[in-house]
């Protein structure tokens, strides 16, 4: 007799995948787990945090790396949802509205880290002189998001200094001291003095992201983000209604397009991008399509251009690295690269140039 599989501390909305006979059933209660809960909460912080649209027609080399580093979050889930799976015992997932909401946020950070390391470390820096000093302090605010100022604002009820005020109490007085500008790297730096100055012009708490924003004009450190570095709201992504019917179908319209656009790329474009198990516009993995009736593994191995049986053999592989997929190819591992780009610069001009014609249209349509 088989042992029953202690589900206790687990999500009760993971139960029915983790419990599903193996084959279809599991893989149909996966895709509702990704689409139907972790899709809104991942699209909706990557949009805010990023300030990018995810839609394919927007070409911009900003909305392709959010649309990218959608995908790798979603597989990244759905790796750890099978891995719960497999070890119920060993694997658990408390929340799983929170645990996607984290993984986004969390991948958002690495981003800007990597985007702009130089506002990163002016960030850590303060951050940590705050933290060890005496004078000041950092906390978390009602709100949640992270203010700092003097030890003494923090259990008062003063008011918050905006942003545009303080930038105005700075240059206004134009008296920065001599001794607080810059001369070569900025973490030789010590903030003491440069903060005293600030919340002396704030004469109230400050948004940390304000901070950085201010200190990073005097000192001239480039490579600054528009968003905020922070933790964000959780409870406001889950909150939130579910994304509209009528939205939700015209995302199935443009799937549709997208995937003729797809079947018509030249063959080692599309095999490069295929193999990797996303669409083009980075929405989800490549095995949600045949769920959502755009195509079949059948027809996904054609366009591949890989003998169905074996393309069934290969589909638990996927996604394949890029020297696996250059070794298919007779390619490169820089060419596989390279076409899976152009593939994706290639569609986003069609959807852009199919969202206009329609556009358009419709213009024409209400006249």
Same mark, same amino acid.
């Given at each position: ?18 419990? %599903? ?25 990557? @949009? ?11 070409? &911009? ?64 820096? *303060? ?9 000041? /302090? ?18 008062? &009820?003063?008011?918050? !200094? ?25 973490? @030789?730096?010590?903030?003491?003095? +440069? ?15 304000? +901070? ?11 490579? *600054?983000?528009?968003? %905020? ?8 992504? *889950? ?18 397009? *997208?995937?003729?656009?797809? !079947? %018509? ?26 769920? $959502? ?20 053999? $290969? ?10 997929? /250059? ?11 390279? +076409? ?6 290639? +569609? ?20």
């Amino acid at each position: 007799m088989q042992e029953p599989v202690n589900l206790d501390g687990i999500d009760p909305l993971l139960h029915s995948f983790i419990l %599903s006979a193996n084959g279809r059933d599991t893989e149909d209660q996966l895709v509702a787990l990704i689409i139907e809960t972790a899709e809104p909460i991942l699209s909706r912080i990557i @949009r805010k945090r990023l300030r990018v649209s995810l839609r394919v027609s927007g070409g &911009s080399e900003a909305n392709q790396e959010a649309l990218e580093l959608a995908g790798d979050v979603r597989a990244a889930i759905i790796s750890e949802l099978q891995e719960v799976r497999a070890n119920p015992k060993q694997r658990i997932i408390v929340d799983f509205r929170h645990y996607v909401a984290m993984k986004a946020y969390l991948s958002c950070a690495d981003y800007f880290r990597a985007r702009h390391p130089n506002r990163w470390r002016l960030k850590a820096m *303060l951050r940590h002189h705050l933290k060890k000093s005496e004078e000041f /302090a950092i906390w978390e605010g009602q709100d949640r998001r992270w203010l700092c100022g003097m030890r003494s604002w923090q259990n008062d &009820s003063v008011q918050v !200094c905006p942003l545009e005020r303080l930038r105005s109490a700075v240059e206004l007085d134009g008296a920065i001291p001599g001794g607080l500008l810059p001369s070569g790297d900025f973490a @030789r730096h010590s903030p003491a003095e +440069l903060l005293a100055f600030v919340f002396d012009k704030a004469v109230g708490p400050v948004q940390l992201d304000h +901070l950085v924003t201010v200190v990073a004009g005097i000192w001239d450190v480039r490579d *600054l983000p528009a968003e %905020s570095y922070d933790d964000g709201h959780l409870e406001d992504t *889950l909150q939130t209604p579910a994304q509209p019917v009528d939205e939700l179908m015209q995302d199935r319209c443009n799937l549709e397009r *997208l995937w003729k656009e797809v !079947c %018509s790329l030249p063959a080692l474009q599309r095999s490069a991008l295929l193999l990797s198990l996303r669409d083009a516009k980075g929405g989800g993995v490549i095995a949600f399509i045949p769920h $959502l009736g755009i195509a079949t593994k059948e027809e996904i191995a054609e366009l591949a251009g890989i003998p169905y049986m074996e393309f069934v053999e $290969l589909w638990n592989e996927l996604p394949l690295d890029d020297a696996t997929i /250059a070794k298919r190819l007779s390619v490169t591992r820089q060419q596989v690269i390279n +076409l899976r780009k152009t593939a994706r610069e290639r +569609l986003a001009r069609r959807m852009a140039a199919l969202e206009a014609s329609r556009t358009e249209t419709a213009l024409r349509g209400n006249k």
